[in-house]
Every structure is written in C-alpha cells, then in structure tokens.
C-alpha cells in the first residue's frame, strides 16, 4: 500500500494513527539530533521527523535524499511542539519508523516551492516540474472546475456536447489558419478550426436545438499575454431564440460560476451598452466599467481658435482625471510619453491644470484665452484640482489612444477597484472598413445577421448597418462574443456579395452551408467565450498561460517538447511536399 492519507489531510484529530504517506520530497532540515523532512503531494506538506536517538539508521536514511526524491513513508502521527498555523496539517507532524525511496530524483533546476528561483524560459522548458508548483497547481484546479461547473449548468439547460472535426477546410475569413499537410489527397490541406461556426450551424440545421462544447480552436496570429495559438472556447449555440434570450441564458451561466467557484454575487441583470455608446464613452468596445473617467469629445469647441494641431483634427477628446491639478512636469512628461510610444500612438497631449484656487495652466496657454478654459471645465464636468488631459487626431486613433490613457490614468490612481464589472456590448457594426484592403469586412463573421431595420442602408451606406451582435465584457476583458445568425440562403448570399465574395467563391467555401439552409433552417444564435480568459479572469492574472498545462511562448514554441520542429525528408515526400 503507497499511502492511507494524502500529505494534506491529516490533523490533530490523527494523533496516535499509524499511517502511510507517499510523495516528494520538498525539503529536509537536518538540526543534527533530528532531521525534519517536508513531504509533498498535490494535497499539501506533511512534515516528517527522524530522530537520531530513536532510529539512527533511519535519520541517516533521510538525510541522503535529496530534493524531489519520491519516498514512501510510514510513522505516527505526533503533535507538534511548533505549530504551523498556516497550512492545515501544520499542528502535526509524523514520527517516521519506516522509509522507502520509490524514485531518486536529480537536482531539480529550480526551487519548487510556492515561489521559485527558476526564469520563464527554464520553467517553460521544465514544465512538468514548475507544474508541482501549489500556484500553478491551484490555477489548474480552478480551470478544472470552471469546467465542470459550466457542464453542470449547460447540462441543467438541456445544452448536449457535441464534438466537431478538428481537421477541416480553410477559409480566408477571419485569422490566418494553421493547416496540416494531405498524404492522402496529396498538394491539398486541412485547416484547424478557428472555431467550430459552420459546424455548430450546421447542427442546429440537424435539429439539436442547444449544442455546446469545451472546444480546442486554432489561429495563427501574433501572441500576447492574453493569446494563444491554440486556445479553449465554451462554444454555445441554440434555436428558435432572439437575442435577449442568448443573453438571458449566458448571463446566467457566468452568474452561476461567479456565485458556485469565488462566492461572487453578480448583479441580477448584466447592462447593456450600444457599441457606438462604448466608443464615444470609452474609446472602446470593451469598457472597463470600474470606474468612470468617460471621454468627452470637444472637437467643435476648440476649433477656430488657432491652435493648428486641433484645427487640423478630425476629433479632439479629453478625459477628467480628478484630483490630479498638483501632477508634476515629471509625471506629466511620463504621461506624454505614455500616449506617444508607437503601440498607443498620439502625437502628443495637452493638458489643462485647474488649480486649487480656481487659475489655470496648460500647455497649450499660448492659443486659449480663459474664457475658453472655463468652456472645457464645463464641457469634461470639472472642479478646482482637477487635471484634464486631451488628445487629438483622427477619430479612430484617438479614441483608442485616449482609451488606453484612460486605463492608464485608471491604474495610476488606483481605480480598478477588485470588483467585477460585467457588460453586454450589442448593437456592433454588421461591416468593418478594411483599410490595407479597401472593402468591407465582416466585424463579427460573415454569418451573422443585420438588424432588420437597417437593412435599408445595406447598399447605401454599409458602415452604419447594425448587426445582432453582441460581447460580453468583464472589467474591460473581451471574455465572450456571439451573434444571431442568417439563416435564409438568399440572405447568406447577398451577405457574401457584400463582403466582395463572387457568387463561385462563395459557393466554393461556403456552399455546404447555404446548401443546408435549403432543408429547413431554424432561427439559431449562439456565442463563444474565451474559457482561457474567463478562469485567468478568476485567477486574478492578465496571463492566460498561467492557466493552461502546456502553453506555447512568445514565439509560438513549446520549448519543452521542442516544437514546431523539422521533419524528415521522408515525411515531407510522403506528404507530396518535395519533388521526388
Ligand atoms: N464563432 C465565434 C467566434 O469564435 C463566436 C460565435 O459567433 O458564436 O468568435
């Protein structure tokens, strides 16, 4: 028998038990009569004495194992003497009367311990043991549960999971694909699913009326702290409903992981914000709504004033950092320099100081009289001490620069409280102006429907077309996105005219689908949530890979098992990838 206990289990209530124990061991202090030994599974640390007086051969034995040998043990379980009232186990500890190394282990690259000496890279690389870690352990459980917690409440609402191919056809929608060689059908590709869209569609055609899926998705893009390029989705999608019952039903789902996994009580109905509201408030389509802090557009009311930088710019906004008038000319630089570096790229700022006794002070002093500074005070709703901050430039860059300087100024200020904020963000544009390729692309997918008052616009003026879209957004994390679909095959068809599809392309990607809507197409609508997200959202982290087993780095790699990596010449012939 390896163990009768777990290394966390045991307690005063075992005092005078003889048990057997299995684990790692984590570390051993010797004090010369005794030797003290902490042993370590994924339940927790059992502390192990040996006793030289008692069992010299044994307090030998222990004191030649080194860290992260795999022993099993067997003693009495003791009180002891110093407790530690911070793990459970720590008001025990075992005499130990029998020890047996199941594995010798060699010097661990680094401590595995809550905190490590070990780099990113050397960790990446020895994952499996940076993987014994309790804070990495703890993040796997919580995805672990997150997991069966969603099955749980699917399940409830009579949601089935259906499994869909991972080995499938590429389209140029969406991302850049990752595809997989033929040997059979050779010079041809699958490509892995960016998301399961047209397969869950198509199940709603065969009639199962609510499908979902802890589905594994693909995409080919550049990473950051919150991407992957292979990722986790709860994917969802359900018949006969509009779109208050999509938000109805996942309102609920998040609701019942917040209350059942942190003891969270969300409100009872999550707001609803239109897009165009998100961005002339925020800047963005995904608000962090801790805190307020809205933009305010001053364009028409500092034009003409012969300040050429605001003359020449299509939007000009400005953000009301309270309190903030006794900001240095070094923490002012700081903020110049935050709004300027490329991945925000403003310009410059300007900003007006309102001081304690009512005076002003700007940086643009030279073009604006008083009078017009009390019209900005009004305008961002300000107060004496305030400091008020302005970006210029194209509508577009700015919002997002102004959106990104209001998250900073949120985080230096210590806005972001540790509340959750949850948002519905409906009523997205249906098209997206793509600049690199002048044509209109689908913001969403381009099976999503329009809302059918503006249909009228379609080919007028496509950009104000609404669609039945919507995100779910928690303290400014995208965590989630759907939409109501077509479902008529005429429909699908002009949409894809619209989107600059010939009628042979479409049908050549596509086809198998506006084929299906032939037979019978139910209403259907369905969302998608980024379950890396939502648990590193949990977990407290922006970094998704903290929360994934075995994650790729920065460039793609899996630096443990080494991969991508080359293939024989023998295998790319096989697959018809080198001329013979
Ligand atoms: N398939 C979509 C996505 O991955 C989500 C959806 O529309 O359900 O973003």
């Known amino acids: 028998m390896y163990r009768t206990y777990t290394c966390g289990e045991l307690n005063i209530e075992h005092i005078g038990e003889n048990v057997i124990l299995s684990g790692w061991v984590q570390k051993s202090r010797d004090l ?49 003497s110093n407790k530690n009232l911070k793990i459970p186990t720590g008001e025990i500890e075992i005499e130990t009367s029998n020890l047996e190394v199941l594995s010798s282990s060699d010097l661990p690259p680094f401590t595995i311990e809550e905190k490590t000496d070990g780099g990113e890279e050397l960790r990446m690389k020895y994952r499996y043991l940076d993987l014994r870690r309790s804070p990495l352990q703890k993040n796997l459980f919580l995805r672990h549960k997150m997991a069966q917690e969603v099955r749980r409440f699917l399940d409830g609402k009579d949601f089935i ?6 080995l499938i056809k590429s389209t140029p929608e969406g991302a850049r694909d990752f595809v997989v060689p033929s040997r059979m059908n050779q010079g041809q590709f699958y490509a892995l699913p960016q998301s399961p869209q047209t397969f869950k569609q198509l199940l709603m055609i065969s009639g199962y009326d609510r499908y979902f899926q802890l589905v594994r998705c693909f995409r080919d893009e550049d990473l950051r702290a919150d991407r992957q390029p292979e990722f986790t989705q709860i994917d969802c999608e359900m018949s006969f409903v509009e779109q208050e019952d999509i938000l109805n039903m ?12 942190k003891e969270i009580k969300l409100a009872d109905s999550f707001p609803r914000m239109p897009y165009d509201e998100a961005m002339r408030d925020y800047g963005t389509d995904k608000p962090d709504l801790r805190f307020g802090m809205k933009l305010k557009e001053i364009t028409s009311l500092v034009q003409g004033k012969g300040f050429r930088v605001f003359d020449q710019s299509e939007y000009i906004g400005g953000i009301n950092a309270s309190s903030c008038a006794g ?18 790229g403003a310009k410059g700022l300007v900003y007006l100081k309102i001081n304690e006794d009512g005076s002003f002070k700007s940086s643009v002093d030279k073009f604006f009289k008083e009078q017009d500074f009390y019209q900005w005070k009004e305008a961002l709703e300000a107060k004496d001490g305030d400091l008020l901050l302005f970006l210029a430039g194209s509508r577009r860059n700015t919002l997002f620069a102004m959106s990104e300087l209001r998250l900073e100024m949120g985080k230096r200020l210590d806005l972001k409280k540790n509340v959750f904020t949850p948002l519905w963000v409906v009523d997205f544009p249906l098209l997206e102006w793509d600049e690199d390729n002048s044509r209109f692309t689908a913001m969403h997918h381009p099976f999503t429907s329009a809302k059918a008052e503006d249909m009228k616009w379609l080919d007028s003026d496509p950009g104000r077309v609404r669609a039945n879209a919507y995100d779910l957004v928690i303290n400014g994390v995208e965590i ?23 009628d042979e ?19 259907h609508g369905g969302i998608a949530f980024g379950f890396d997200r939502l648990v590193a959202l949990f977990g407290g982290s922006e970094s998704i890979r903290d929360y994934i087993a075995f994650p790729k780095n ?13 293939i024989s010449e023998e295998q790319l012939k096989e697959l018809g990838l080198r001329v013979r």
Do not use: W
Request: with cysteine; glycine share 10%; charged share 25%.
């Open 505 to 523: 392309e479409a049908e050549a990607q596509f086809g198998f689908l506006m084929n299906a809507f032939k037979y019978g197409a139910p209403p």
């Open 161 to 166: 999971e259906i499994e869909t191919p991972y």
């Open 32 to 80: 010369g009569g005794m030797t003290f030994l902490d042993l370590r599974d994924r339940y927790g640390i059992t502390q192990l004495i040996f006793n030289m007086e008692i069992r010299p051969d044994l307090c030998e034995q222990a004191r030649k194992l080194g860290r992260e040998y795999v022993i099993r043990v067997q003693g009495l379980v003791v009180e002891r």
């Open 250 to 261: 996942f309102e609920g789902m998040i609701k019942q992981l917040f209350r059942n996994v």
């Open 327 to 344: 900001y240095s000319r070094k923490q002012l630089d700081q903020l110049t320099e935050f709004v300027t570096q490329p991945q925000i």
């Open 554 to 566: 920065n460039s793609g790699r899996d630096v443990m098992i080494d991969s991508p990596s080359a």
């Open 480 to 502: 989630g996105g759907g939409s109501i679909r077509i479902h008529v095959k005429e429909e699908q068809e002009q949409m894809f005219r619209h989107l600059g599809f010939t």
